[in-house]
């Protein structure tokens, strides 16, 4: 082996390592070396009276689940209590608004004839609430009707801000894509549950979480809603937490190339919020910037550190074998994983699906780097509503 095969190769290992951190020795650091609180239930007290509670969630199009979702809202309404629901219709081209009419005396319900985004929809039903403590749901999510109960439970100590349920998918056998996206979530809940027991939850997703109302600071209406928000509360010093025994359900993407679209604009979105709020959280306490840039900045650069890695051993292999037989390797690998996929051999699809997410990550950065791209408005995958 020369000198110049040995650093390339080297090189190679490193972009690896930088590449796999945020799954592999991020949370083994934070199991080693952060300040572990182990999780146990906050036991929910049937006596103690609750705080109030707005319960927001926004629709767009979505006819096939918006009965079966405000029926469910409203079940939580009637375990927990001193719940008010607000339900925010975003220009909608189906019949989503007709749907909710009916409810319009048990819900506070805002119909807007034209297209204003997500994050500007839950600004407004926040300015509309005048409770103690928030709820965010996304409308294609089926959530337990004791779940305000249980996510409320932790406001009890005063240094939780934000609480979560616990997202799986519920069509994960249905295509490879969706196989291959439930396996990913089931790594990031993974890493959810250590952050929750250490340095908190490093942004929440959009399904079903609850915030302290004095804790919550408006998203400027192109910036995505569930990140923003929940940073904010991390860099004020508030815990985070999943409550990993309130489960909720969605459909996963069925389709690679929808998945794609819609990693694109979760990272362009995500790269936009760390812009927005780098001058503050670069000032949280270290574990947490270091918990924060493991979880999400060195894992939005994944595809480019996956790239740098493998063009630094195609490189040491060329080195020690030559360009051509390298080439001819390369395309051999790549027709086999493409011909796996044309027969649907469930490996080779899954790791097709894998690399779309991907190029669909980068896709994003490079969006929100080059081009400033913002989705203030966007339609969510057909195959996520069922």
């Known amino acids: 082996m020369t000198a110049v095969t040995y ?17 592999l020795t991020y949370p083994l650091s934070l199991a080693l070396f952060a300040k572990r609180t182990p999780l146990e239930p906050a036991a929910p007290n049937p006596s103690a009276k609750r705080p109030t509670l707005a319960l927001c969630t926004c629709a767009y199009n979505e006819e096939r689940v918006i009965v079966a979702k405000v029926e469910s809202l409203l079940a939580m309404q009637a375990a927990y209590g001193p719940a008010t629901i607000h339900v925010y219709v975003d220009g909608t081209s189906d019949s989503t608004a007709e749907l909710l009419a009916p409810y319009a005396d048990r819900i506070d319900l805002v119909v807007s004839p034209q297209r204003q985004g997500k994050t500007a929809g839950l600004n407004l039903l926040v300015a509309r609430s005048e409770s103690e ?35 799986v998918y519920s069509n994960e056998d249905e295509s490879a894509t969706s196989s291959a996206g439930s396996a990913y979530w089931k790594i990031e809940e993974s890493l959810k549950r250590i952050e929750s027991e250490t340095v908190g939850v490093i942004g929440v997703d959009g399904a079903f979480f ?6 919550y600071e408006p998203a400027p209406p192109h910036l995505i809603d569930d990140l923003y928000v929940t940073l904010l509360i991390l860099a004020r010093g508030f815990k985070v937490l999943t409550v990993e025994h309130v489960v909720v359900e969605e459909r996963s993407a069925t389709l690679w190339h929808e998945e794609f679209r819609r990693k694109r604009r979760i990272a362009c979105q995500a790269l936009n919020v760390h812009r927005a709020l780098w001058p503050r959280l670069r000032k949280m306490p270290s574990m ?10 060195i894992k939005w650069m ?24 390298t080439i001819l390797l390369i395309v051999l690998g790549s027709a086999l994983l493409a011909g796996g996929a044309l027969i649907r051999f469930k490996p080779a699809t899954m790791i097709l699906t894998a690399l779309a997410s991907l190029a669909g ?14 989705y203030t408005v966007w339609a969510p995958a057909e195959s996520v509503r069922g």
């Open 133 to 167: 403590l928030i709820a965010f749901t996304d409308a294609n999510v089926v959530a337990p009707a004791d779940g305000l109960i249980e996510l409320t439970a932790p406001f009890s100590q005063a240094s939780i801000g934000c609480t979560s349920a616990r997202l």
């Open 210 to 215: 609850v915030l302290r109302r004095a804790l």
């Open 7 to 23: 650093w390339l190769g080297a090189l190679g290992l490193l972009a690896l390592i930088i590449a796999l951190h945020p799954f």
């Open 361 to 374: 990550v980068g896709a994003g950065i490079m969006k929100s780097v080059f081009q400033r791209e913002t």
């Open 302 to 325: 994944m595809p480019f550190t996956l790239v740098a890695s493998g063009a630094f051993f195609a490189a040491a292999l060329a080195s020690m074998i030559g360009g051509l037989p």
């Open 288 to 297: 947490t910037l270091y918990a924060y840039l493991s979880h999400r900045w």
